[in-house]
């Protein structure tokens, strides 16, 4: 039986080098569920050392975790990159690492970069630079993520900044690419990009929350039939009924308050 679950599928942690010292792995959970989310995404910028210690912390609650990362190509655009495991999601950070720029983190210039436990206890600072783009393409990128099993989409596609349209000025139909971001309301981002009006491009709504109040602040709603990365990766492709929304189905609306898990 398929029903309706709540999403956000950006987050970053304290390794972000814009992230928040309040996004330890713990609050965030806390924070998700108070919120009732459903299912989150930790995409920190060109690394993944938190996702396990957000799973860990997440372990025991209703709360689902999906691997990922938030990847800044050559281009000049940020990429969001979601797996099937954690597992995955490691084997793609050592492409990544691979790829980054030389240098080390300079935390008065970009940030702190915390790799933490479940417990925020700070295990070390990641001193590799993923503020900046890496040294691989777009196209490079979208080929190791398919390699993995995993499905990518440009993020915030609506803002000025880090947009793979400001950047480029189209999406190339070679990608594989069945979605897009964007961080907007729909109407707003429709007001700033005409061709979200009549697009075969599932849209995601996230918050890309670096602060831990605005965890939910934006979010999707998939139908599945469990909460899993299989079958958002469904859903996302329109396959075997399940589909995405951007509010609640108003014909639903009693009945998604019913199917939605409640957490004290």
């Not at 300079?106 to 040294?135: H, M, S, V, W, Y």
């Not at 939910?216 to 899993?228: I, M, N, Q, V």
Request: hydrophobic share 40%; aromatic share 8%.
């Amino acid at each position: 039986m398929q029903k309706w679950y709540s999403a956000d599928l950006h987050i970053h942690t304290v390794l972000s080098p814009c992230g928040d010292l309040s996004m330890g792995p713990r609050d965030i959970v806390r924070y998700a569920l108070q919120k009732k989310i459903n299912i989150i995404a930790i995409t920190d910028h060109n690394s993944a050392k938190n996702v396990k210690a957000v799973m860990d912390a997440a372990d025991g609650t209703n709360l689902k975790v999906i691997a990922g990362m938030e990847v800044y190509v050559r281009e000049g655009a940020h990429i969001i990159c979601l797996f099937p495991a954690l597992k995955n999601v490691i084997t793609f950070q050592k492409f990544i690492y691979a790829n980054l720029q030389q240098g080390i983190n300079d935390e008065t210039l970009f940030g702190e970069q915390i790799i933490c436990d479940k417990d925020e206890n700070i295990l070390a600072e990641c001193e590799r630079l993923l503020a900046l783009p890496i040294n691989a393409s777009l196209h490079k990128v979208a080929h190791q993520v398919a390699g993995l099993g995993g499905i990518m989409y440009p993020a915030h596609i609506d803002r000025q900044s880090f947009s793979i349209l400001r950047v480029l000025g189209f999406i190339p139909d070679d990608l594989n690419i069945n979605a897009v971001e964007i961080s907007q309301p729909l109407q707003e981002a429709q007001r700033r990009l005409r061709f979200l009006r009549n697009t075969n491009y599932t849209i995601i709504r996230a918050s890309d929350a670096h602060f831990v109040d605005n965890i939910g602040d934006a979010r999707t709603f998939f139908k599945l039939a469990e909460p899993s990365f299989a079958e958002i990766s469904m859903a996302i492709k329109r396959q075997n009924g399940r589909r995405t929304a951007l509010e609640p189905p108003e014909e639903k609306n009693r009945k998604y308050a019913r199917t939605i898990p409640t957490y004290s």
